[in-house]
C-alpha cells in the first residue's frame, strides 16, 4: 500500500524496513510483537519516552474537550504553556523575558526566525554553515550546507555558509584551544567578503544533527555572536535537536555549547518540545517579535489546544522527573561505553556529542580518516537485526547517530554498547 499510494520520495531505514506499531517509554515494537531498544528516538524526536502515561492522559482530556481552535480565540493551554517554556532560558539573558511563536514543525519555526531576522533588522543577507540542516521547506532547503537535501533548482537567496568548525576533520583539532576562534574568523571573512557589511543574521545548531553530530567548538559561537552583532545582524540557535536538556548539563543547547553569556537572540525548537507532537516554536525578545505586527501573520495548527496539551505535559515531565539530570548522568556514562569501543576498534575514528546526543564516525582506519559508508551501513543494518536502532548521518552517511529517549538506563546502554561492539567488529573483517 505504501509502494501503491503514498510519495516515492519517501525514505525508509534497512533494506528490510522495519514496521513499527507499539512504543513504550525506550522500547519500540513491530508488527510481530519484536521489541526494539530505541537509540534514535524518532530522529530526536521522543524526549521522554513513547507513549508516556502523564502526556497520554493530558492528550485524552483535551481530546475530550476540544481539538482546535485557532489563536483568533483564546485558550488557555497556549498561554500556560508560554510561561512554562519561557522559565526555561537563563535568568537576566532577556530570553526569560521573551515570547513565543508557535508552529507545527521545526522548519516552520526555522523559517519563520530567518524572516523575523530579516524585517528587524532590514538586512537580507544570512550567514549559515556548512554542513548544515534546517529543514525541508522550500526555503530552509536552501539553508543546508548539504547537497544530498538540497533540491536542483533556484534556493537559498541571501544565504552564506561559512566553513564547518569541525575539529576531526578540519584545519584546527581538538588539540588546538584556539579552534573555536579561528573557526569563526571564517564568518568575520565572509561578513566582509560576501555581502554589504550588515547582515540580517546567523544560524546554527549547537551541535548538528543531521550533519552528523558536529559540536561547534568552545569559544566558537562567542566568536561568531560578537562578528554578528558588530554587523548588526541577530543570532538565531536552532535547538530543534539539542534543547530540552538533551545536553545534560544545561537545558538549552547554547549554554552548553556556548557557555556563559552566550546568549542568542532568536531560539528555534521542536521535537523533543512535544514529544512527538507536531509542535515547534520560536522564542524571542518581545522587541524583536514586535517587527512582524507590521504585516498579518498567522500560523492555523500553532497553538493547536492539544498540542499545547502535549507540549506542557512533556515539559512538566522533564522538569520534574529531572530528565536533564539523568542526560548528563546517562550521557557520560554511554560516552565511556562509546568511547572504549573507539579505542578497541579501528574503523571507529571518533566519538563526540554531549549528554545523550552523540555520535560515532565510522572511517577505513584511523590514519586516513576515509568516510566508511559502506562500514557504517552495515553497522546500522547489524544493530538493528540485534534489537537496537540507531540511526545515521553525515554528508557521507557514515556517523552513526545515537539519542535515545532520556528515560534509557544503564541496562540500556549497555546492552546497546555490546550490540555496537558486535556489529563494529562484523564490519571491520567484511
Known amino acids: 500500500m505504501r509502494r501503491e499510494f503514498l510519495t516515492p520520495a519517501l525514505l525508509t531505514y534497512y533494506k528490510d524496513p522495519i514496521m513499527i506499531v507499539e512504543g513504550h517509554m525506550q522500547w519500540l515494537f513491530d508488527e510481530t510483537g519484536r521489541r526494539y531498544l530505541d537509540m534514535l528516538a524518532g530522529i530526536v524526536t521522543v524526549s521522554i519516552g513513547h507513549c508516556h502515561p502523564k502526556v497520554v492522559e493530558a492528550v485524552r482530556q483535551q481530546n475530550e474537550l476540544l481539538q482546535h481552535a485557532t489563536t483568533i480565540y483564546l485558550h488557555p493551554n497556549i ?41 528587524k533588522t532590514g538586512c537580507f543577507d544570512v550567514i549559515a554553515l556548512r554542513n548544515a540542516y534546517h529543514g525541508m521547506s522550500n526555503f530552509t532547503m536552501g539553508i543546508a550546507g548539504l547537497n544530498t537535501w538540497r533540491q536542483p533548482m533556484p534556493m537559498g537567496f541571501g544565504i552564506h555558509h561559512a566553513k564547518l568548525p569541525d575539529r576531526y576533520r578540519g584545519a584546527f583539532g581538538y588539540d588546538d584551544p584556539e579552534a573555536g576562534k579561528k573557526y569563526a574568523d571564517d564568518v568575520l571573512d565572509l561578513i566582509r567578503s560576501a555581502t554589504g557589511g550588515s547582515i540580517a543574521g546567523f544560524i546554527a545548531e549547537p551541535i548538528q544533527g543531521v550533519g552528523g553530530t558536529v559540536e561547534m567548538p568552545p569559544g566558537y559561537l562567542k566568536a561568531v555572536y560578537e562578528h554578528v552583532r558588530a554587523a548588526g545582524g541577530l543570532c538565531i540557535s536552532d535547538e530543534v535537536q539539542t534543547g530540552f536538556g538533551r545536553m545534560g548539563d544545561a537545558f538549552w543547547g547554547f549554554e552548553s555549547i556556548g557557555g556563559p553569556g552566550v546568549i542568542p537572540d532568536i531560539v528555534t525548537m521542536a521535537k523533543g518540545i512535544g514529544n512527538g507532537a507536531p509542535l515547534a516554536c520560536v522564542v524571542t525578545r518581545p522587541e524583536i517579535a514586535q517587527a512582524m505586527t507590521k504585516k498579518l501573520h498567522f500560523n492555523t495548527y500553532g497553538g493547536n489546544p492539544v498540542s499545547m496539551a502535549q507540549g506542557l505535559a512533556t515539559l512538566n515531565v522533564i522538569l520534574e522527573e529531572k530528565i536533564q539530570q539523568r542526560a548528563k548522568e546517562l550521557g557520560a556514562y554511554l560516552m565511556d561505553g562509546l568511547r572504549d569501543l573507539q579505542k578497541r576498534h579501528g574503523i571507529v575514528g571518533d566519538v ?50 545515537i539519542k535515545p529517549p532520556m528515560c534509557i538506563s544503564r541496562e540500556d546502554c549497555e546492552f546497546a554498547c555490546r550490540v555496537l561492539d558486535i556489529a563494529v567488529s562484523e564490519a571491520a573483517r567484511a
Not at 537576566?92 to 507545527?104: E, R
Request: glycine fraction near 16%.
Open 79 to 119: 498561554a500556560m504553556f508560554g510561561r512554562k517554556l519561557i522559565s526555561t532560558f537563563p535568568k537576566g539573558s532577556g530570553l526569560d523575558k521573551g515570547v513565543c511563536y508557535f508552529t507545527s514543525s521545526g522548519s516552520e519555526a526555522n523559517d519563520l526566525a530567518i524572516l523575523m531576522a530579516r524585517v
Open 352 to 401: 563526540r556529542g554531549k549528554g545523550l546526543m552523540l555520535g560515532m564516525e565510522i572511517v577505513e582506519d584511523k590514519a586516513s580518516k576515509a568516510p566508511a559508508g559502506t562500514k557504517c551501513a552495515a553497522v546500522f543494518e547489524r544493530c538493528r537485526e540485534l534489537g537496537v536502532l540507531v540511526g545515521k548521518g553525515g554528508l557521507n552517511g557514515n556517523v552513526l547517530r
